[in-house]
């Protein structure tokens, strides 16, 4: 059971959500005022006639108070079991078709632009039947054309990952980090394998170890060779990127500027682009710099990076999920600043970029919640919003 805090926080929320005053839900459930107070201000758990009560003149239930937001629907999930199903026998491939290399190489490709540009449904559906192929293809090659597959494979598990971690299945991502950290050692290619280290912080954001996390990032970017080449240079600059917003998140400013002055020097040296299926360039450099400032929480660096967001703007031809990373970063920041008009803005560029995305996107529904909280739902489009995105 969640705590008396967070239970009261819900019960608010849904307050607000549903349009209605305080007195209104008492007198339609026959709770008192004062007790209203109390459990809204996590004074006091309500018991179980009471919360019953309070959910039914919210027009929800007791079991989603007690959950908080629900999963939206989507064909994402129906799928889950599919994936699960084509890498329980990643090493024991079963009979079946293999197109050529380059037909494979187009799919992964295509898997990776749904990836990026926030296409989780049709991702998912694409997935499972990639995988299995991949994984036979991989079973039966050898050499150069072994280690061409496994990168591959690589790709398309992290695609995969995308839909699992974002959709709340921590461990089927943890599996397929695994994986594919499996897949990039065949390929024997540093920056694949730093590829796999930088997705792996999922498994350390879920599991709430941030000190870790941004350890295994370290010694991943210390075991790259020199940056002699285009995609080693990325490699490094996306992992001292991904370093620099664990940091701030642990709120080190020391070791995030290390990082972001690491990757200044490395994403300079590349075009902004897809490598290895991380957005790399100078471009997502500067959207990084906002996230550290807003994970830092430090009001004179907030201040800056909301100015420097009125002067400048991510291009069209960034992959739709990192531009919304932005706005979404750029609304957290809005709203530690006290901008919550502004912030609300944000959060609605945001989901014009990329609606899949956003609507799966944590910090977005507690952005959102809290924003309904302040308004005491008198933003009709506000309330819709927060329905649209379940962050209640």
Do not use: N
Not at 206 to 213: C, D, K, N, P, R
């Amino acid at each position: 059971m969640p705590s008396a805090v967070l239970l009261g926080y819900r019960i608010a929320t849904a307050r607000a959500l549903s349009g209605m005053t305080r007195a209104q839900v008492c007198e339609a459930s026959g709770v008192s005022l004062s007790m209203l107070r109390k459990v809204e201000g996590g004074e006091r758990s309500p018991s179980d006639a009471v919360l019953d009560a309070l959910a039914e003149a919210l027009g929800t239930t007791a079991g989603e108070l007690l959950g908080g937001p629900g999963r939206t629907d989507s064909r994402v999930h129906r799928m889950i079991p599919a994936i699960q199903s084509a890498i329980a026998v990643y090493d024991l491939p079963g009979d079946g078709p293999v197109r050529t290399a380059a037909a494979l190489e187009a799919a992964v490709d295509e898997l990776t632009q749904h990836r990026v540009q926030s296409r989780y449904g049709r991702l998912a559906e694409q997935a499972p039947g990639l995988l299995e192929e991949l994984c036979r293809a991989l079973d039966s090659a050898a050499g150069r054309q072994r280690q061409h597959i496994a990168r591959l494979l690589v790709l398309a598990l992290r695609a995969a990952d995308a839909v699992a971690y974002k959709y709340g299945y921590v461990d089927l991502s943890a599996r397929l980090v695994d994986l594919m950290r499996w897949a990039a050692g065949i390929t024997e290619d540093p920056a694949v394998l730093a590829s796999a280290a930088y997705v792996r912080t999922e498994v350390f954001f879920a599991s709430h170890q941030l000190g870790a996390g941004l350890r295994a990032l370290e010694v991943a970017a210390e075991a790259l060779p020199s940056p002699v080449t285009v995609p080693l240079a990325a490699a490094g600059a996306a992992l001292h990127m991904r370093a620099a917003v664990v940091a701030g998140r642990l709120r080190d400013p020391g070791h995030a500027r290390t990082h972001l002055a690491a990757a200044d020097r490395l994403a300079t040296q590349v075009p902004e682009s897809l490598y290895d299926g991380t957005a790399v360039g100078p471009d997502s450099l500067q959207i990084h710099r906002l996230a550290v400032a807003v994970e830092l929480a430090d009001p004179a660096g907030l201040a800056r990076a909301v100015a420097e967001a009125s002067r400048w703007a991510p291009l069209r031809t960034l992959p739709a999920e990192r531009r919304s990373h932005y706005y979404i970063d750029l609304g957290r920041a809005q709203m530690q600043l006290g901008r919550r008009e502004h912030a609300l803005e944000s959060l609605q560029v945001a989901r014009r970029i990329a609606p899949q995305h956003v609507r799966e996107h944590g910090q977005v529904r507690a952005e959102l919640a809290t924003l309904l909280r302040l308004s005491r739902g008198r933003d009709e489009e506000l309330r819709a919003f927060c329905r649209w995105a379940r962050a209640v």
